[in-house]
C-alpha cells in the first residue's frame, strides 16, 4: 500500500513555480493572563496584540495576521481595526486576516475595509478568506450552518469579482445584486493579495484555483505531509482553468522558546486547557501527553520547541509540500504577554534565519 | 507501509460507491482502492466537478453521478453532511449495504431535528428512512486526516481498532471486512443501536485505540 501520486501528478509538481519564501505569524487574539495567572481584560488583551504586530514587524517577519474570532477565548471580531493601528506604527510587514469568515460577513465590506488597510499601510494589506469553521458567527449574525457551503461559494465569487476593480454586475441569493456598482476606496495599484484558507476540503482547494486566489493550507492536527496531494491538486487546477500558478502557504499552530523543553513545558497546560475546553464542546477526545508529543514530533501538525527543532520542521515540511510561505499560529489561551512577545522575537531573529538558510 | 490483504472471504469483493467528494470521502475511496476495492465515487452534482479531486486524491476511484455509482455499487458508502441526509433519495441505495460515516453534533452541524430523538442513534435514524438498505455505522470516529496515516497491517501491535455496527449480520461482516482490508482492527456490534457508543461525546469518538482498550472503554460506557 502507497500513498504515491499518480505519475500525471508528479510531473506538474516538479514543475512547480518559485515563488519568494514568506514567512510570517499568526494570531487569534487569544486571550493572555497576567502574572498571577489571571486573564487580561479584552481591551489589554488587543492592545497587546498590537505590540505584538509591532514586534514581529521589528525582527524581521513578513507578514502578521489576525483571525477572525468572536468569543471570550479569542476576542477578534475586528481584526481590520486592530490591524491599521499596527501599520500605523510600522512601515515594511505585510498585514492581513487569517482568516476573515467571508461566509457571515458582506463582500463589499470586507473588500472596503481591507481596501481601507491597503491604502493607510501604503499597500501592504492582504485577505485569507476562509468559509469559518470557528461556528461563533453564523447564530451571531443570523445564519444557518447548513447553508455555510452555499453562503461560502456565493460570497467567494463576488469577492474575486470585487477585487478586479472597476464596476462590479453580480447576481446571487446571499445578498442584494449589484448592477455595474462602483465599489470604494480603488486600490492604487491592482488587487491586493488574497488566499483561500483550506482545512482539508479538496472541493475548497478547486474552488480557490477556480477564481485566481492563492492557497494556505491550515493544517491543525495530523501528519503535514498528507496535505502534498493537495498542493498537487491545487496545481493542475489552476492549470486546467488556464490559469497562471499561483503560491501555496501552510498556516499551523506552535510556540517558540529558547530550549525545547522549555516551549513544551509553557505550551502543554495551556493547550490541554484550551483544545480540551474546545474537544468538549466539538465531541472529540481530550488531548493526552502523548497525543501532544506526537502534535509536536516531526509526524505532527505543532511547531513547539527551541528556534532549531521549529526551523528544521518548517523547512521540512514546505519542502514536502511544494509551499512557499510559512504562518506560525502564535499564542494559545493562558499564555502571558511576555511568553508571546519571546516567541515572536525568536522566530524572527532565529527561526527565520534558519530556515532561509536551510532551504537555499 | 506495504500491508498483506487479508485472504478473500467474499469470493468477489464488493463494489463500493463513495458518496460524497469532501473532507472524508476521498481518503475513503483512496484507503479502499488499496485495500484491492473497485470503488466510484460521486458528490451532489455532474461528476466533471470531481475529476481531478478524484485522479489526484483517490488515483482508481471512477467519478460519477451518485445515482449510477450507487446502482452499480454492492456497497454505498455514505459520506455526505447529515443536513444533506433528508434530501437522499432512498430508492437510490434499495437493496444496498449502506455504510454510515455521517455524524450528528449539533454545534457543529446546527439542529436538524430528524435526528434530535435522543433515544436513537443517528445511524438507526438513517436506518429508518433507507428501510430497504441494511445501515451499518464505521468508520465514523476517526478523522479524515488519520485514516490514511494510522493504517496498520494485521497483528501489527499498534494497529487501531474501529467498532463497526449493525443489525444485519451479513452486513456487518461485509463492513468488518472493509476496515480489516483497509489496516483497522473490526469491533463488531451486532445492533445499530449500540452504534451511539460510536458517536460524538462518546468513549471511542476521536481516540486511537488499540482492540483490548476499545473494548475495555465501551463495555465501561455501556455498564
Ligand atoms: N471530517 C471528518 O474528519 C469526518 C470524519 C468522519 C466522519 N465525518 C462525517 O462525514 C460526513 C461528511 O463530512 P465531510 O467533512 O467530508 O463533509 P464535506 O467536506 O462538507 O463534504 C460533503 C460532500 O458530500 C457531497 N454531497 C452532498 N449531498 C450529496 C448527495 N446527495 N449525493 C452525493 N454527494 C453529496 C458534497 O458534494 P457537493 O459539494 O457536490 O454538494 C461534498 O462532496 C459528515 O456527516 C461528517 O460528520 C467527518
Known sequence: MTTAPSDAVTASAAEAVPFPLILG????????????????????????????GVLADQVGADFFGIGEHHTDDFPMPAADVVLATIAARTDRIRLGSAVTVLSSDDPVRVFQRYSTLNAVSGGRAEVILGRGSSIDSFPLFGYDLADYEDLFEEKTSLFAELLKGGPVTWQGKTRASLHEQDVVPHTESGPFPAWVGVGGSPQSVIRAARYGFSLMLAIIGGSPARFAPFSQLFRQALERFGRAPLPVGVHSPGHVAVTDEKAREEFWPRYLEVIGRYSTIRGFAIPTKQSFLREIGPQGALYVGSPETVAQKIAANLTALGANRFDLKYGMGGLSHEALMTTIELYGTQVIPRVRELLT | MTMTSAPDRFPAPPRIAVLGAGHVGPVIARVAIEAGYQVSIAASGDPAEIELIAQVLAPGAGPRWAADAAREADLVVLAI???KFAALDPTLVAGKIVVDVMNYWPPTDGVQEMFEDRRYGSSEIVQRRLARSAVVKTLNHLGYHELDDQRRAAGSP???ALGVAGDDPRAVDVAAELVDRVGYDAVRFGSLSAGRLLEPGGPVFG???????FELAVHAQAA
Open chain 1, 25 to 52: 505569524l499568526d494570531t487569534f487574539g487569544d486571550v493572555t493572563h497576567d502574572t498571577n495567572d489571571r486573564p487580561l481584560s479584552h481591551a489589554q488583551t488587543i492592545r497587546n496584540v498590537v505590540e505584538q
Open chain 2, 81 to 83: 453532511p447529515l443536513h
Open chain 2, 158 to 160: 499498534d494497529r487501531r
Open chain 2, 207 to 213: 481516540v486511537p485505540l488499540r482492540r483490548a482498550d
